[in-house]
């Protein structure tokens, strides 16, 4: 099922996003359709083909250009060229409105200033239909859809005060002044352009994050040629294999691998690591991190579509175009959001003339409630707080990829912990068994080719020669008990008890003890056995992550219940849990298992996030409730969580859960004022309390008031 992603023009509030989504979704073709008003985007999961659902949008009465169809530095212009525009409008409308704001002041203050009553409909009509024309057609495009927008109550809102002031120029003619309600019109439509330029600033505050990142990505590289000299070309025409060549101070373009030269690499900006990391031949590199003071080659490991970096920007894009769960309900208000106002607005002006009052009055409490009634701040609500936090997480390295996971992370009150890399360095050391050089190159050669932290803690202890070290004649893995192979001839196992235990290899009472001695002091123990007989026991040491205990009490501290699950043996498992400050301990917990344990807390009434970083840790994150991956872990690990975690630290779980938080009851707080806002400003516009132009300021500020208080969550930090 292909993913198409769109840019939408002519948006203004929720049932525009609304009325996108179902044009979007009435194509053939299309599973499900969202529309991102914060973000001006469309998310589209089907079959349809582009031109089917860019024509869609274009009968809706609104733009859409699919974004890999779009040339950036163009897009980018013409939406500066937009905004100019609307600028221009600003100020033509400001200034115009000095002479009707005036002849309001005046009134107020008992002095008696008109303009001629033949001048104010001259001075009206370049506001109301030029600067207005943007509400004026939104409202046709309305209608032609059967679709209510915030155009439609603005239109008609701003057209009734104006078609109704001039009816009485030309029935009354001068007996019209101090009757006239222009002023009314105009300084709706300058107020209302006023705050959705303040709301396209904000909005583009909030996405900040995303342009930061496609920021980072430099237009051209260095590469080095064939015959050892430099060429400067297009960072598009980069392949994997080259090599480039990164100056002190510049971004590294692509990811790669070191092959020359030493430095001090800035990844902040894109995992959010906020101490260099030392670089040297042979180590991965991050494209758009800043290189330090040394030059570095770079061999290209992953360009375009392919890095980090674009699968960062992507993730990121595709959870600020997500939808919470609570904004399910706002678009059933907003679908009759505007239909009710319409209602109100005509009841209000029968109840005015019924009580008796002139049509004057009526017509001025009608045109009130359809302007105070906006459903913009209803629309705002949710995906700009998204937007904000989504992008505020993003650069403290926490990348939230689906947005139904905040809402889950509210409700989190079980946090368990893989040991093995997630809370230990996952970097252990053979700290006993090593003196065995045999035995230690028999444990090298059955694990040729594993990436096993274990693996690799006895590849960096053996001295020798591994290059010339032989392959396994046979191979076979035993999943969470270890492996078995013939090396020269002889029938070798290496694993835990388990595994001895399938190979019927007895273990003496002193090797028992021995054992027990390791594991009670933390250490993994791995047991090696030769045609049938224990060869030798390997004693593998694993430290806890520098803060691991810090964060564990952080996390306790907050009333979370804390566990962790470890395929390791119940004494060495136990010995970390101790150190760390951990009650709930299950051990010797096989890969296939991790899952079970985590639906036994669930069952048991339970909301639990899992964090973990291994192949073997998916199960489980996937049947958590929020599972977080650990950054430096499996790819398939990362692919089963909601949550990464670009670095290694456990200080972002509980900044993960913090972020979640603050984020959905960001939504709330947005989504509580923008329905009491309507509460309360419905009635006293209709009762007569509020003007036209007071009620024009009031909805304009009530969505930038939302999407400033969104703009809050930029601040945080983990």
Same mark, same amino acid.
């Given at each position: 099922?292909?993913?198409?992603?769109?840019?939408?023009?002519?948006?203004?509030?929720?049932?525009?996003?609304?009325?996108?989504?179902?044009?979007?979704?009435?194509?053939?073709?299309?599973?499900?359709?969202?529309?991102?008003?914060?973000?001006?985007?469309?998310?589209?999961?089907?079959?349809?083909?582009?031109?089917?659902?860019?024509?869609?949008?274009?009968?809706?009465?609104?733009?859409?250009?699919?974004?890999?169809?779009?040339?950036?530095?163009?897009?980018?212009?013409?939406?500066?060229?937009?905004?100019?525009?609307?600028?221009?409008?600003?100020?033509?409308?400001?200034?115009?409105?000095?002479?009707? @704001?005036?002849?309001?002041?005046?009134?107020?203050?008992?002095?008696?200033?008109?303009?001629?009553?033949?001048?104010?409909?001259?001075?009206?009509?370049?506001?109301?239909?030029?600067? =207005?024309?943007?509400?004026?057609?939104?409202?046709?495009?309305?209608?032609?859809?059967?679709?209510?927008?915030?155009?439609?109550?603005?239109?008609?809102?701003?057209?009734?005060?104006?078609?109704?002031?001039?009816?009485?120029?030309?029935?009354?003619?001068?007996?019209?002044?101090?009757?006239?309600?222009?002023?009314?019109?105009?300084?709706?439509?300058?107020?209302?352009?006023?705050?959705?330029?303040?709301?396209?600033?904000?909005?583009?505050?909030?996405?900040?994050?995303?342009?930061? @990142?496609?920021?980072?990505?430099?237009?051209?590289?260095?590469?080095?040629?064939?015959?050892?000299?430099?060429?400067?070309?297009?960072?598009?025409?980069?392949?994997?294999?080259?090599?480039?060549?990164?100056?002190?101070?510049?971004?590294?373009?692509?990811?790669?691998?070191?092959?020359?030269?030493?430095?001090?690499?800035?990844? /902040?900006?894109?995992?959010?690591?906020?101490?260099?990391?030392?670089?040297?031949?042979?180590?991965?590199?991050?494209?758009?991190?800043?290189?330090? %003071?040394?030059?570095?080659?770079?061999?290209?490991?992953?360009?375009?579509?392919?890095?980090?970096?674009?699968?960062?920007?992507?993730?990121?894009?595709?959870?600020?175009?997500?939808?919470?769960?609570?904004?399910?309900?706002? %678009?059933?208000?907003?679908?009759?959001?505007?239909?009710?106002?319409?209602?109100?607005?005509?009841?209000?002006?029968?109840?005015?003339?019924?009580?008796?009052?002139?049509?004057?009055?009526?017509?001025?409490?009608?045109?009130?409630?359809?302007?105070?009634?906006?459903?913009?701040?209803?629309?705002?609500?949710?995906?700009?707080?998204?937007?904000?936090?989504?992008?505020?997480?993003?650069?403290?390295?926490?990348?939230?990829?689906?947005?139904?996971?905040?809402?889950?992370?509210?409700?989190?009150?079980?946090?368990?912990?893989?040991?093995?890399?997630? @809370?230990?360095?996952?970097?252990?050391?053979?700290?006993? =068994?090593?003196?065995?050089?045999?035995?230690?190159?028999?444990?090298?050669?059955?694990?040729?080719? /594993?990436?096993?932290?274990?693996?690799?803690?006895?590849?960096?202890?053996?001295?020798?020669?591994?290059?010339?070290?032989?392959?396994?004649?046979?191979?076979?893995?035993?999943?969470?008990?270890?492996?078995?192979?013939?090396?020269? =001839?002889?029938?070798?196992?290496?694993?835990?008890?388990?595994?001895?235990?399938?190979?019927?290899?007895?273990?003496?009472?002193?090797?028992?003890?021995?054992?027990?001695?390791?594991?009670?002091?933390?250490?993994?123990?791995?047991? @090696?056995?030769?045609?049938?007989?224990?060869?030798?026991?390997?004693?593998?040491?694993?430290?806890?992550?520098?803060?691991?205990?810090?964060?564990?009490?952080?996390?306790?501290?907050?009333?979370?219940?804390?566990?962790?699950?470890?395929?390791?043996?119940?004494?060495?498992?136990?010995?970390?849990?101790?150190?760390?400050?951990?009650?709930?301990?299950?051990?010797?917990?096989?890969?296939?298992?991790?899952?079970?344990?985590?639906?036994?807390?669930?069952?048991?009434?339970?909301?639990?996030?899992?964090?973990?970083?291994?192949?073997?840790?998916?199960?489980?994150?996937?049947?958590?409730?929020? =599972?977080?991956?650990?950054?430096?872990?499996?790819?398939?690990?990362?692919?089963?969580?909601?949550?990464?975690?670009?670095?290694?630290?456990?200080?972002?779980?509980?900044?993960?859960?913090?972020?979640?938080?603050?984020?959905?009851?960001?939504?709330?707080?947005?989504?509580?004022?923008?329905?009491?806002?309507?509460?309360?400003?419905?009635?006293?516009?209709?009762?007569?309390?509020?003007?036209?132009?007071?009620?024009?300021?009031?909805?304009?500020?009530?969505?930038?008031?939302?999407?400033?208080?969104?703009?809050?969550?930029?601040?945080?930090?983990?």
């Amino acid at each position: 099922m292909a993913i198409q992603e769109f840019d939408i023009d002519g948006m203004t509030c929720a049932g525009c996003a609304k009325t996108v989504e179902r044009a979007l979704s009435s194509v053939r073709g299309v599973k499900q359709a969202t529309v991102n008003l914060a973000l001006e985007r469309a998310h589209v999961e089907g079959d349809a083909s582009k031109d089917d659902l860019i024509a869609a949008v274009g009968r809706a009465g609104y733009a859409a250009w699919r974004r890999e169809d779009i040339d950036p530095d163009e897009r980018a212009a013409a939406v500066r060229a937009e905004t100019r525009k609307t600028w221009l409008w600003l100020g033509l409308s400001a200034v115009l409105s000095i002479p009707f @704001l005036l002849q309001m002041i005046f009134m107020v203050l008992g002095l008696h200033w008109m303009m001629p009553y033949w001048l104010e409909p001259l001075l009206a009509a370049p506001v109301v239909f030029g600067a =207005g024309f943007r509400f004026h057609k939104g409202a046709l495009h309305a209608i032609r859809s059967r679709s209510g927008t915030m155009d439609l109550l603005v239109s008609i809102g701003t057209g009734t005060a104006y078609l109704y002031s001039l009816w009485m120029v030309l029935d009354q003619g001068s007996h019209a002044e101090g009757h006239l309600y222009f002023e009314a019109a105009v300084v709706i439509v300058t107020l209302v352009l006023f705050g959705k330029q303040l709301e396209a600033r904000a909005k583009a505050g909030a996405s900040e994050a995303i342009r930061g @990142l496609m920021a980072l990505r430099p237009d051209t590289v260095r590469r080095e040629t064939e015959t050892g000299g430099e060429e400067t070309v297009s960072i598009d025409d980069v392949a994997v294999g080259n090599i480039l060549i990164v100056k002190s101070g510049e971004r590294i373009p692509v990811d790669g691998r070191v092959v020359g030269g030493d430095s001090d690499v800035d990844e /902040s900006l894109v995992t959010g690591e906020s101490v260099p990391v030392p670089k040297g031949k042979g180590d991965p590199v991050i494209g758009g991190a800043v290189n330090g %003071d040394g030059l570095l080659r770079i061999e290209a490991t992953a360009v375009g579509k392919d890095t980090t970096l674009s699968k960062i920007t992507r993730l990121v894009e595709r959870a600020q175009s997500g939808k919470a769960p609570v904004q399910k309900l706002v %678009d059933r208000v907003s679908a009759v959001f505007v239909p009710v106002v319409l209602v109100i607005a005509v009841v209000t002006f029968a109840g005015w003339l019924i009580a008796g009052q002139e049509l004057e009055q009526a017509i001025i409490a009608a045109v009130s409630v359809l302007v105070i009634a906006c459903p913009c701040a209803l629309g705002l609500a949710s995906p700009t707080a998204i937007v904000a936090g989504t992008g505020a997480a993003a650069r403290a390295g926490i990348l939230i990829k689906d947005v139904d996971a905040m809402e889950r992370a509210m409700g989190i009150d079980t946090v368990l912990f893989d040991k093995t890399g997630t @809370l230990t360095r996952g970097r252990p050391e053979l700290v006993s =068994g090593g003196d065995d050089e045999e035995a230690l190159r028999h444990a090298v050669i059955l694990q040729r080719g /594993s990436d096993h932290p274990l693996a690799s803690a006895f590849r960096k202890a053996f001295a020798g020669n591994q290059d010339a070290l032989p392959s396994p004649q046979s191979f076979r893995n035993h999943s969470g008990e270890g492996i078995t192979g013939t090396v020269d =001839g002889r029938a070798l196992g290496l694993g835990n008890r388990a595994l001895m235990k399938r190979l019927n290899v007895t273990v003496s009472a002193a090797d028992e003890s021995r054992i027990q001695e390791l594991e009670e002091s933390g250490s993994t123990v791995v047991l @090696l056995a030769e045609d049938g007989k224990l060869r030798a026991l390997f004693g593998l040491s694993d430290t806890p992550r520098d803060g691991a205990q810090t964060v564990i009490s952080r996390l306790k501290d907050r009333g979370l219940r804390l566990g962790m699950i470890s395929g390791d043996s119940a004494a060495a498992a136990n010995h970390v849990a101790r150190l760390l400050g951990i009650d709930d301990v299950a051990a010797q917990v096989k890969p296939d298992r991790k899952a079970k344990t985590v639906r036994t807390y669930q069952e048991d009434g339970r909301r639990v996030a899992m964090v973990g970083d291994g192949i073997n840790d998916a199960p489980a994150l996937v049947q958590a409730d929020l =599972g977080i991956a650990m950054g430096t872990g499996a790819e398939i690990a990362l692919d089963a969580a909601p949550v990464t975690l670009m670095r290694p630290d456990l200080d972002l779980v509980p900044g993960t859960l913090e972020i979640c938080r603050r984020t959905v009851w960001k939504i709330r707080q947005n989504l509580f004022w923008a329905f009491i806002y309507n509460v309360i400003g419905l009635p006293l516009a209709a009762f007569g309390y509020l003007s036209p132009a007071i009620a024009g300021a009031a909805m304009a500020m009530s969505s930038v008031s939302v999407v400033t208080s969104s703009l809050l969550l930029r601040r945080w930090r983990p």
